[in-house]
Structure formats: structure tokens, C-alpha cells
């Protein structure tokens, strides 16, 4: 993602917002026209929004345009890309399963594969390179894997161990889809199934899938890139645990609430989605690969982390969690925060919604600390 010289000014000009007083925070019909009012500034086609506070939903809203060509409104059901949110739903379906005893955190992944993992047809890159035994859940869900965020990335595209897991933090998809790999080989289960039943029917998501319904046909957000490039949305028949996830921004409520409250786990199961599992030091975020032995003291300055919901940080009321989302027509982002139980949950059909994420947040949270500087570098002028 890049912007440019223009949208990176706009985007440094709202920072002043960032230290809103909790006193001063927007709500309502105020925080509606306020984000409409910066959708306009950056040419935002559409967004939503919600707000979850202490076990209750307290805001939903939904702005701009699901089509702007055909000027259809984007509405609060209308399907929206889930992107790597869904990421965050499977960590949690995971940590049911390690409730029931079904999964071990840190049991080897080949403890639960009747083969080896080289022995896949996706994986036979791996062939006698036996670190992929010491890959585990958590390390997986961790992205601590070795692995780039996807092989076709690398100039061969070919899936190899850039380091040892367990080493480093590098964002990849990849991990996820080994750990995907290990539940239907392995467990026997139906990853898409299990998505639905154990999270989406439970926390009562009804127009929530990780592949295509026919249903969502007459109301699908489609997508816009950073140039305002127009991007339909498309069917998405595989199920994927990194990302496959279509839903609405009244789903995403319901699922934050859920989830933030620990519903269908233990508590014990609850902190350990959310609580850091191994510490980030890079210099941004991607490309994976390229920044996973860089270095930046903010990161230890606010103890920045992998969690299996995404990264954690301390900020200035104690901890925070985040999970984002985005390709290239697509930009999500859900900021939580522990102590006043506060989740904010963004969903943009428009990338450009991405450059005003952290002014958003500055009105619904106050100041969070969220290491933007690491996720969205572009709006602190790194490349």
C-alpha cells in the first residue's frame, strides 16, 4: 500500500485528534457526521462502524457507498469482505477446541498429521527440511512460522523456512493455512463447519459465512482501491481460514461483543486469546520477510506483541488487542481495549479507509497508543 505525498499530508493533519479527552468523545449522530465528514476529506467510498462498550453494542453505522457507480448505499447488512479478521474468529474456534482437549497450543503439528506435512501436494517444497516438525498452534497462530506471508511472494515462489519457528515474528498467511491443513488431516473436522457453528451461530451472525451464500447476492459491498479503481466482490467457494470470512458490520458487532465477553470459553481460554505471546521488534509490519530481523524501540517501549487475535500493546489506559484487514480494495481494522472494555470495529469496502482508521479511533477511544507507525507506516512517512 502506498500513498501519496498529498494523502499522507491529509492523514498527518488529523493527528491533532489523537488526544481527544475521554470527556470529548464523539458518539451518536455527532460521531456519524464526523466520519462522514472525513470519508469526504479522503475520498472514502464506504465504510462502517461499530462500537461495543462493556458487554453491550452502542453504535452501528454504515456510510458512503457499497456501489458508487450505481449510487446503492452501503447499509449495516450489506456483505463486506471479512478479510484477515476472520483470522481473529478462527483463533477463537481454536481456543474452543483447546478447551475440550482436542488441541494442544504447543503439541507438534506432527502429532496430529497421519503423514508428514512434505507429504501434502501443497507442501512437498518442505521435503527434507525437518523444522516443520516444530511447528505448533501457537506458534502458527503467533506467526512465528518462518514463513513468508505467502510463498508467491518469494522471487521462486516456492513455500520455504526463512528462519527457524519459533524465532521471529513474520505476518503469514501461510501458517495459518498449515494450521487449516492440521484441523481437516489431522482432527477430522470441517474448518468452515466448525466456523459456523461454534462462532457464527453461537454469537447470533446470520448473515455471516466463510464461503458464499447465494443470499448475499442483492446486498455486497464491492471494492475500491487506493486510486478509486472499481473491484466487484467476488464468490469465495473455498473455505480460508486466513481470510475467506464475507460479513456485515451488525455481525462484526455481535461477534466483538461475544468474543471481548468470552462466550463459549473458559476464562482461562479468554486471556490466553488475547494476552501476547511473543514480543515484536520489527520495524513495520510488511513485507514480512524484508523487515523480520529490523528493529524499532517503540516496540519495546510499549511492549508491543503477537496475540492470537492479532498484536497487543500497553497505551495509556493498560492493554489493548487489534486485529486488521486488508488487500488491495479492502481495509479493516477492531482496536479493543481491556480496561474499559471498549471495542471499536471498522470495515472499509474502500481502501482509503485505512488512512483515517486512527482518527477514527481518537474519537471513539481517546488516545490508545496503537502502533500505527508499525501497521500503516506510510502515514508516518516510511516506506
Known sequence: ????????????????????????????EALDARIEALMAREQVVGMAVAVVERGEITHVGAYGYRNRE?????????IMYGASVTKAAFAYMLM????????????????????PLPEYEDYTDLAGDERWRQLTPRILLSHTSGFANMRWLDDDQRLRFHFT?????????????????????GLGLDVGAEMQTRVFDRLGMTRTSMQ?????????????????TFEP?????????????????????????????????????????????FPIRTAQKFPTIQFYNTTDPRGEATNLSASLVGETWEGPNGRYF????????T???????????????????????????????ALVLGETGFPSWWIYPELHGQE
Not at 487489534?322 to 480494495?329: E, I, L, Q, T, V
Request: proline letters at 3%; aromatic letters at 8%; glycine letters at 8%.
Open 165 to 185: 519457528p519459533g524465532a521471529h515474528y513474520a505476518y503469514s498467511n501461510e501458517g495459518i493455512w498449515v494450521l487449516q491443513l492440521m484441523l481437516e488431516q
Open 1 to 28: 500500500m502506498k500513498l501519496s505525498a498529498l494523502i499522507l499530508a491529509a492523514a498527518l493533519a488529523g493527528c491533532a485528534t489523537r488526544s481527544l479527552p475521554a470527556t470529548q468523545r464523539l458518539e451518536g
Open 70 to 78: 450505481n449510487a446503492l448505499p452501503l447499509e449495516t447488512d450489506t
Open 96 to 115: 474452543q477446541l483447546v478447551d475440550e482437549g482436542r488441541l494442544d497450543l504447543d503439541r507438534s503439528i506432527a502429532d496430529y498429521l497421519p503423514r
Open 331 to 361: 481495509g479493516n481494522l477492531v482496536i479493543c481495549e481491556e480496561a474499559g472494555q471498549r471495542c471499536l470495529v471498522m470495515l472499509g469496502n474502500s481502501v482509503r479507509a485505512e488512512i483515517i482508521f486512527p482518527e477514527i479511533a
Open 322 to 329: 487489534s486485529k486488521g484487514g486488508h488487500n488491495d480494495w
Open 212 to 228: 458464499w451464500r447465494d443470499d448475499f447476492a442483492g446486498n455486497l459491498a464491492d471494492g475500491y482501491a487506493m486510486d478509486g
Open 233 to 277: 466482490h467476488d464468490r469465495r467457494d473455498n473455505v480460508a481460514a486466513a481470510g475467506s470470512m464475507d460479513t456485515t458490520i451488525e455481525d462484526q458487532a455481535r461477534m466483538w461483543r461475544g468474543m471481548f465477553a468470552g462466550e463459549w470459553l473458559s476464562p482461562a481460554a479468554r486471556v490466553e486469546w488475547a494476552s501476547a505471546q
